[in-house]
């Protein structure tokens, strides 16, 4: 990746073409790679400390934490780390606490360059880390009043490393070891690192460059976290390949959209489902109508956006951002950070179905392990044959393969994605036949999984704080249907004897864990199912599925006790018949309404 990246930066027709655009600074490709490469022997002189003090072992890569918002310097410690041979752990900033001080153990960070707000998170875990000192912290801005001098800069430790003496020897890097490493969350609880190698990265950036017909002339937007598998897949590096350039957002605001696109003048971005949504509700309600926004846009003389690619948007959404803004097509992508399974949604494919699969390895399992037979649909598109159709979507694919690495330093997380020859993607889908074409459908997360916001996590991670939860004798925690994209999170509780569910309490108590005990904020029910007893299994495991299929879908199963919250909402509040009738009139609108039904 880093020669790559190298001969590209530096050949005549890109060196001075822009390649990175953020907050009004323009980076060319020459000085991109530049930056890289001071960073590269920042890299260098840091393992070469470990080496001798003995926490990097002399063939192992630098481990190097990147905690931060979306900066170039975010980039140019990729391209320095793909030219020095070491590899990046892209820490999610929702990480706090218990869980970032796990994280950086498990990937034996011993290099953190954190941004002047993440900082102090990491200086709070440094008791409960062995081997990591104020010393091997650097800040990415030191700007911020109060921060500065505290710990180096990166700046300060770059112009401390002298001459790189190695700068001129041909660094030997194997194509497949680990670049960046993405955190996804498991069955376990614990936060999994995916490796993603030169190999991969480099491989997306091509494939997507051309299924997308990108050229040097496109303009990428990039507001996904760069902790995030999706802005360096079908973000940066498709661009990269295309020898185009890009606009870079500190962090994703939808009210910031539409300035941006026409300022900067992009023609493609990435996206994950929920702020695609998000956007559109701006534009609606700045405009007023539908109608109103397309009128304003589609035509937009310095509107040039023509393509986006992502994941998680729903059929109806991606429709009307086509429309409101007159573009040629939505590539809506199904698949994961380890990337065994992926399929695109290309134009003409049939609507509610996430791609056409072309490789027969990849099959539907139900419970026992046995494929599932292809689903089948009425006239209106909706599944008749739900139960016998809709499984797990895994692929029959040996252990030992191009495409998932297995998770960084976490053998157990690894089998458990490995069973009986098939990789398990933790997804349920099923397989129609269409014209005698095999076509994907996406029916939510497996019971262990949450999918939220473009992200997965385990529901042990919910789990563990609504047992904590005081007052609560028994709790399981699950995904439900989103009016939008992805699933919202829910937990059922069984109160202890002689004790009741206070509402305005544990709103306050899931939020002081957000401030003090690392739980990541996308953790927090949507919904609060109170339960007098749970069905379990013989060895008292709480089961999970029936909670799941009923939802919050009071309509048709009356009698349950939900309290919920919206954004804004200071406290959870019981669901009424009334509030249920508004949520299921916006699943009606996003044409999601199928999922209250069954999911």
């Known amino acids: 990746m880093g020669r790559v990246f190298r001969w590209l930066a530096s050949s005549r027709l890109r060196r001075n073409r822009p390649f990175l655009l953020f907050e009004g600074r323009n980076y060319t490709y020459g000085e991109v790679a530049q930056q890289a490469a001071r960073y590269a022997r920042l890299f260098r002189a840091a393992k070469r400390e470990r080496v001798s003090d003995g926490r990097v072992g002399p063939g192992e890569q630098l481990a190097i934490g990147m905690y931060q918002e979306n900066t170039p310097e975010f980039v140019f410690a990729l391209f320095g780390a793909a030219l020095s041979g070491d590899v990046l752990f892209g820490i999610n900033t929702g990480f706090r606490g218990?869980?970032?001080?796990?994280?950086?153990?498990?990937?034996?960070?011993?290099?953190?360059?954190?941004?002047?707000?993440?900082?102090?998170?990491?200086?709070?875990v440094l008791p409960l880390l062995e081997?990591?000192?104020?010393?091997?912290?650097?800040?990415?801005?030191?700007?911020?009043?109060?921060?500065?001098?505290?710990?180096?800069?990166?700046?300060?430790?770059?112009?401390?490393?002298?001459?790189?003496?190695?700068?001129?020897?041909?660094?030997?890097?194997?194509?497949?070891?680990?670049?960046?490493?993405?955190?996804?969350?498991?069955?376990?609880?614990?936060?999994?690192?995916?490796?993603?190698?030169?190999?991969?990265?480099?491989?997306?950036?091509?494939?997507?460059?051309?299924?997308?017909?990108?050229?040097?002339?496109?303009?990428?937007?990039?507001?996904?976290?760069?902790?995030?598998?999706?802005?360096?897949?079908?973000?940066?590096?498709?661009?990269?390949?295309?020898?185009?350039?890009?606009?870079?957002?500190?962090?994703?605001?939808?009210?910031?959209?539409?300035?941006?696109?026409?300022?900067?003048?992009?023609?493609f971005m990435n996206y994950v489902g929920q702020p695609l949504h998000y956007i559109l509700h701006a534009l609606e309600s700045k405009y007023g109508t539908g109608e109103a926004v397309e009128a304003a846009l589609s035509r937009h003389p310095r509107n040039r956006l023509r393509i986006a690619h992502g994941n998680g948007a729903s059929a109806v959404d991606r429709e009307k951002f086509i429309r409101y803004l007159g573009m040629e097509h939505i590539y809506e992508a199904y698949g994961s950070t380890e990337a065994p399974i992926s399929t695109v949604v290309f134009p003409g494919n049939p609507g509610g179905s996430v791609g056409r699969l072309r490789d027969r390895t990849v099959v539907i399992l139900n419970a026992h392990?046995?494929?599932?037979?292809?689903?089948?649909?009425?006239?209106?598109?909706?599944?008749?044959?739900?139960?016998?159709?809709?499984?797990?979507?895994?692929?029959?694919?040996?252990?030992?393969?191009?495409?998932?690495?297995?998770y960084f330093n976490n053998p157990e997380a690894s089998d458990k994605k490995f069973r009986g020859g098939y990789f398990r993607s933790g997804d349920l889908g099923h397989i129609r036949i269409v014209d005698g074409k095999r076509y994907l459908y996406f029916n939510g997360r497996t019971d262990d999984w949450i999918r939220k916001d473009g992200e997965n996590f385990s529901a042990e991670n919910v789990l563990e704080y609504a047992l904590r939860l005081p007052n609560v004798e028994l709790a399981a925690a699950y995904g439900v249907p989103c009016e939008v994209s992805d699933e919202k999170v829910m937990i059922a509780v069984k109160p202890k004897e002689g004790t009741s569910f206070d509402p305005e309490a544990s709103f306050e108590w899931f939020m002081q864990q957000q401030k003090e005990a690392g739980m990541d904020p996308k953790w927090m029910p949507d919904y609060v199912r109170i339960v007098d007893a749970f069905v379990v299994t013989e060895t008292q495991k709480i089961v999970s599925r029936p909670l799941k299929s009923e939802n919050f879908n009071i309509e048709r199963h009356a009698g349950m006790r939900i309290y919920f919250r919206q954004r804004g909402d200071e406290t959870f509040r019981?669901?009424?018949?009334?509030?249920?009738?508004?949520?299921k009139k916006h699943f009606l609108k996003t044409g999601r309404e199928e999922l209250l039904e069954r999911y």
């Open 98 to 124: 218990e869980t970032l001080a796990n994280c950086i153990k498990q990937a034996r960070i011993t290099l953190v360059l954190a941004d002047p707000t993440r900082l102090p998170m990491v200086e709070s």
């Open 131 to 267: 081997g990591l000192g104020p010393e091997d912290l650097l800040l990415v801005d030191g700007a911020e009043e109060g921060v500065e001098g505290k710990v180096r800069t990166v700046e300060e430790a770059i112009t401390a490393c002298g001459a790189d003496t190695e700068s001129r020897q041909r660094t030997r890097i194997d194509i497949f070891s680990p670049l960046i490493v993405i955190y996804t969350s498991g069955t376990t609880g614990a936060p999994k690192g995916v490796p993603l190698s030169h190999f991969k990265i480099l491989g997306a950036g091509v494939i997507t460059k051309h299924r997308i017909r990108l050229t040097g002339k496109d303009r990428g937007y990039v507001a996904m976290p760069l902790f995030h598998a999706n802005a360096w897949y079908l973000g940066i590096l498709p661009i990269l390949m295309a020898g185009g350039s890009f606009v870079l957002k500190r962090r994703f605001s939808a009210s910031a959209f539409e300035e941006d696109i026409l300022e900067y003048g992009a023609t």
């Open 369 to 406: 392990d046995e494929p599932c037979p292809p689903g089948v649909a009425d006239g209106q598109g909706r599944l008749l044959n739900y139960e016998e159709a809709v499984g797990e979507i895994a692929k029959k694919i040996e252990r030992d393969n191009i495409f998932f690495d297995r």
């Open 574 to 583: 019981p669901l009424t018949a009334e509030d249920f009738s508004k949520i």
